[in-house]
C-alpha cells in the first residue's frame, strides 16, 4: 500500500501544487517515509522543509518545525493541543466518556490539524479498552483507514481492527455456543413439565376407574326392605366423608404448571401499521430514544415484543427493516431505544414529530417460562446501562 498511496498523493501534488490540501498532502508523505525507511522515498526532512518554506502559516508548519528542531513561531496556542491535552487528563482521572467526547470534537472542528487523525485513534483505543464497547471503537478505526490512508495511525488502525474483529468473532461463536446448551436445557424442563402432566392425567385416571368400580361392586337396595336411615339421634342428615376428583374436577385446577403445558391454539397474526412520530431525542452519544402513537401495539404488546420497522420508504433507503424491542409503553406511546450507526438507524434517527413510520408486528403466544428458569440474564451491546422497564 505505501508504494501506491506514494503514487497517488504526488499525483495529487502536481495536479495543483498550491491548493489548501498540499501541506496535508506533504505531512502525509513525510510519514510514508518516516514508516516505510527501506523504501525509496525522499527522506521526511525534504518534505518537512516543503512545508515550512512554501506553507508557513500552515498548522504543519509548526508540526515541520518541530520535526526539523527549529524553534517555533510565537503564534497563538494551537486550540486542538489543546483539546487533545485535556483529553489526556480526562483519561488520566478515569473520565473516560468525557475524553472520548473531547477527542471526538478536534476531527470535527479541526480537520486540517496534524491532531485530527491521532484524536480519532485515541478515542478508538479508549472505547476498546477502558469502555469496552468495541463495536464503537470499530467505527473510529475503520474512519482513521479510510480518512486517513498512508499515515502511522493509519497502520495502528488495520492491525487494532484485525484485532478486534477476532476477539468479535471469538464472542459471538461462544454466545452461539452458549444459546444452543440453553436451548437444549429448555427443551429438556420442557419434557420434565410434560412427565409430570402426564402423571397428573394418570393419577386423575386411575381415580375415576378406582371410583367407578367400588360404585359398580355396592349391594344393590332389596325391595321392600325400606329406606335406610340416613339421620343421627338429634342430628341432620349424614354427610359423604369425601369425594373422588373426577376429570371435570382436575380440568378446573388452576395451576401454571397445567396452563403450560395445556396452552390451546394459537391465535397469530402479522399486522402493519402506519405511525405517527411523536419524537425522536437524542439521549447519549448517538443512541436515540423514538416514541411513535399506536393504541394497538401500546394495548396488546407483552414484554419482549419486537417491531419490525422501515426506515424509508422504497427506494429511499435500505431494502429490508429494522427490528427492534420495545423499551417502555406509557399510555398508547411505545418507546424504542436504539444506537445509530448504521445506514438505517441513521436515517431513523432523523425522524421528526408529525413524521410517519411504517411498524410490521407480529402477534403470537408467549413462552411461559416462570417454572422453567431459575434465572434470567439481561445481555445486551452498548445499551447495557439503560433500564428496561417494560
Do not use: C, H, M
Given at each position: 500500500m505505501p508504494d501506491s498511496a506514494f503514487t497517488w498523493y504526488n499525483q495529487s501534488l502536481l495536479a495543483n501544487y498550491h491548493s489548501q490540501r498540499s501541506p496535508r498532502i506533504l505531512f502525509v508523505l513525510a510519514e510514508l517515509?518516516?514508516?516505510?525507511?527501506?523504501?525509496?522515498?525522499?527522506t521526511p526532512e525534504e518534505y518537512y522543509e516543503k512545508i515550512e518554506r512554501d506553507f508557513p502559516e500552515s498548522v504543519y508548519a509548526e508540526e515541520a518545525r518541530r520535526f526539523l528542531g527549529k524553534a517555533t513561531s510565537l503564534k497563538k496556542t494551537d486550540a486542538a493541543e489543546d483539546l487533545y491535552i485535556q483529553a489526556e487528563k480526562q483519561i488520566d482521572e478515569k473520565q473516560y466518556r468525557t475524553a472520548v467526547k473531547t477527542?471526538?470534537?478536534?476531527?470535527?472542528?479541526?480537520?486540517?490539524?496534524?491532531?485530527a487523525v491521532k484524536s480519532t485513534y485515541a478515542?478508538?483505543?479508549?472505547?476498546?479498552?477502558?469502555?469496552?464497547?468495541?463495536?464503537?471503537?470499530?467505527?473510529r478505526y475503520r474512519n482513521v483507514v479510510q480518512n486517513y490512508k498512508g499515515t502511522y495511525f493509519a497502520q495502528l488502525a488495520v492491525l487494532r481492527l484485525d484485532a478486534v474483529l477476532r476477539e468479535d468473532s471469538i464472542r459471538i461463536s461462544k454466545a452461539i455456543t452458549d444459546s444452543i446448551k440453553t436451548s437444549n436445557a429448555i427443551a429438556d424442563s420442557l419434557k420434565t413439565v410434560k412427565a409430570i402432566a402426564d402423571s397428573i392425567k394418570a393419577a386423575a385416571s386411575a381415580r375415576d376407574s378406582i371410583a367407578a368400580d367400588t360404585t359398580a361392586h355396592r349391594s344393590p337396595i332389596k325391595p321392600g326392605a325400606g329406606k335406610k336411615d340416613t339421620t343421627h339421634a338429634g342430628s341432620g342428615p349424614i354427610k359423604p366423608s369425601g369425594t373422588v376428583p373426577g376429570k371435570d374436577t382436575l380440568n378446573n385446577i388452576k395451576s401454571p404448571l397445567i396452563d403450560t403445558v395445556k396452552a390451546e391454539g394459537k391465535n397469530e397474526r402479522t399486522v402493519q401499521h402506519s405511525c405517527p412520530v411523536v419524537s425522536c431525542n437524542e439521549v447519549a452519544e448517538k443512541t436515540y430514544l423514538l416514541r411513535f402513537r399506536s393504541s394497538e401495539i401500546a394495548t396488546l404488546a407483552q414484554a419482549g415484543q419486537f417491531v419490525n420497522v422501515l426506515v424509508a420508504e422504497t427506494g429511499e433507503g435500505p431494502l429490508l427493516r429494522r427490528p427492534f424491542s420495545i423499551a417502555r409503553i406509557e399510555g398508547k406511546t411505545p418507546e424504542l431505544l436504539f444506537h445509530a450507526i448504521g445506514p438505517g438507524t441513521v436515517i431513523l434517527s432523523k425522524k421528526k414529530p408529525g413524521d410517519e413510520i411504517n411498524v410490521l408486528v407480529h402477534w403470537a403466544e408467549r413462552f411461559a417460562w416462570t417454572l422453567i428458569l431459575k434465572r434470567l440474564t439481561l445481555s445486551a451491546g452498548e445499551l447495557v446501562l439503560h433500564r428496561f422497564p417494560f
Open positions: 517515509s518516516r514508516t516505510n525507511p527501506e523504501k525509496r522515498f525522499p477527542l471526538s470534537v478536534v476531527p470535527q472542528k479541526y480537520p486540517d490539524s496534524p491532531l478515542a478508538g483505543w479508549v472505547l476498546e479498552n477502558f469502555l469496552l464497547q468495541p463495536e464503537s471503537a470499530i467505527v
